[in-house]
């Protein structure tokens, strides 16, 4: 009795490391999305300056706010600072991370199952 037996390793591995890095990119672009809620807004430059820059050979993202003032308004202490927008915060970016870390989870695992199909 003999059977053939096909290994696609190397096409599973590629294709999942794919499906992976489009996961975290796209949970990336919600988290930035999430956060663009609750970011200091006066003329918009600031929400406008949020990016995501994703390297998909190392599945690593990174989200992140590019002006002048970004860390100087995400790091004020607590009381320092008097936003207009009333849904404005310090810290938003890490804030939203911590509230929507169960939604990151989740988001991973449906766009890698759904990149794998």
Do not use: C
């Not at 939604?103 to 449906?110: T, V």
Request: overall charge neutral.
């Amino acid at each position: 009795m003999s059977f053939e037996f096909k290994w696609y390793g190397k096409k599973i591995k590629a294709q999942s490391k794919e499906a992976a890095g489009q996961a975290i990119n796209r949970a990336a672009e919600a988290v930035l999305t999430e956060a663009n809620k609750t970011v200091p807004h006066d003329e918009g430059t600031l929400e406008r300056s949020g990016t995501v820059e994703t390297d998909f050979d190392n599945l690593i993202t990174a989200v992140g706010y590019d002006t002048p003032y970004a860390v100087r308004w995400h790091e004020a202490p607590p009381g320092t600072v008097n936003f207009s927008d009333p849904r404005a915060r310090t810290k938003w970016l890490e804030k939203t991370v911590r509230e929507m870390s169960d939604k990151i989870e989740n988001h991973l695992a449906n766009k890698f199952k759904s990149e794998m199909k």
